[in-house]
T-cell receptor
Framework: SQQGEEDPQALSIQEGENATMNCSYKTSINNLQWYRQNSGRGLVHLIL?????REKHSGRLRVTLDTSKKSSSLLITASRAADTASYFC?????????????FGRGTSLIVHP | DTGVSQDPRHKITKRGQNVTFRCDPI?????LYWYRQTLGQGPEFLTYFQNEAQLEKSRLLSDRFSAERPKGSFSTLEIQRTEQGDSAMYLCASSRVSTGTTNEKLFFGSGTQLSVL
């Protein structure tokens, strides 16, 4: 099944630095989403970017999408210790006649205070 | 909006026992998903419902897994004859999808952590 793959698997930075995570996928998509997960909790939606969009911003988050390279990046600017979490990209995969959000393995981000 | 609720939060069971998890989605959401997540991995899709109809169940891990959403509101996921390999976090998510749209934002519950001894 189609699945995004995040890179790097783990990222460790100091508070105040920027964090960049990448997601690559295999086939054409309608949209791509980024989610965040704190340890032992459910996922929280961060941002959705449509296939006809190239860049989107939400607060300290910036997401880009390059459909020609089948890749997306999530940039968190001026990171905080509270940004420590796992981050997942989700692409839509056809299943049962509908598009199902399908997740990659995630990037584990640690922000040191 | 009380969010997606899952019960129980934790379940410890012995191998061979049956377990059932419940998910209460956001009330106006017509779509409900079940995912499984193991340590260090992303959520793995299991099945989903549009209202009370289960539209995809081929990704359920084995015939020991079954799910229902009898009245298009809450859903249950049952695992029969549990095995140690079933130990994982089981996540429920809901969304509101309009006809013809492919853009949907999922709202997740906190999950049920299953440990099979």
């Amino acid at each position: 099944s189609q699945q995004g793959e995040e890179d790097p698997q783990a990222l460790s930075i100091q508070e105040g630095e920027n964090a960049t995570m990448n997601c690559s996928y295999k086939t054409s998509i309608n949209n791509l989403q980024w989610y965040r997960q704190n340890s032992g909790r459910g996922l929280v939606h961060l941002i959705l970017i449509r296939s006809n969009e190239r860049e989107k911003h939400s607060g300290r988050l910036r997401v880009t999408l390059d459909t020609s390279k089948k890749s997306s990046s999530l940039l968190i600017t001026a990171s905080r210790a509270a940004d420590t979490a796992s981050y997942f990209c989700a692409t839509d995969a056809v299943s049962g006649g509908s598009y199902i959000p399908t997740f990659g393995r995630g990037t584990s981000l640690i922000v040191h205070p | 909006d009380t969010g997606v609720s899952q019960d129980p939060r934790h379940k410890i069971t012995k191998r061979g026992q049956n377990v059932t998890f419940r998910c209460d989605p956001i009330s106006e959401h017509n779509r409900l998903y079940w995912y499984r997540q193991t340590l260090g991995q992303g959520p793995e899709f299991l099945t989903y419902f549009q209202n009370e109809a289960q539209l995809e169940k081929s990704r359920l891990l084995s015939d020991r897994f079954s799910a229902e959403r009898p009245k298009g509101s809450f859903s249950t996921l049952e695992i029969q004859r549990t095995e140690q390999g079933d130990s994982a976090m089981y996540l429920c998510a809901s969304s509101r999808v309009s006809t013809g749209t492919t853009n949907e934002k999922l709202f997740f519950g906190s999950g049920t952590q299953l440990s099979v001894l």
